[in-house]
């Protein structure tokens, strides 16, 4: 059983910034891939960005240059950065984990205002 938990979640206003943490536990074997997704309200869950376990990265289009994604293999950690924060940057981020199998977290919300 593994358990992903994110934290950091919150409102803030527009043009301001945000650090998710996302930490996997339990019956880890070793993790490949960790990221975030987000789900705006009425919109599908579209990926944010994503960090493999060699420390390669991929964004959206529409956060590159703003948020940045790192991880802790240590800690099976991963960070997401958000800085320069838009309106449409608000939604639920999840956070996934991939240890031989697909794991999400339960996500956390973030509101961005003007």
């Known amino acids: 059983q593994v358990q992903v938990v994110e934290s950091g979640g919150g409102l803030v206003q527009a043009g301001g910034s945000l650090r998710l943490s996302c930490a996997a536990s339990?019956?880890?074997?070793?993790?490949?891939?960790m990221g975030w997704y987000r789900q705006a309200p009425g919109k599908q869950r579209e990926l944010v960005a994503v960090?493999?376990?060699?420390?390669?990265?991929n964004y959206a289009d529409s956060v590159k240059g703003r948020f940045t994604i790192s991880r802790d293999n240590a800690k099976n950690t991963v960070y997401l950065q958000m800085d320069s924060l838009k309106l449409e940057d608000t939604a639920v981020y999840y956070c996934?984990?991939?240890?031989?199998?697909?794991?999400w977290g339960q996500g956390t919300q973030v509101t961005v205002s003007s």
């Open positions: 339990g019956s880890i074997f070793s993790i490949n891939t």
């Open positions: 996934y984990a991939i240890s031989r199998s697909l794991y």
């Open positions: 960090i493999t376990a060699a420390g390669s990265t």
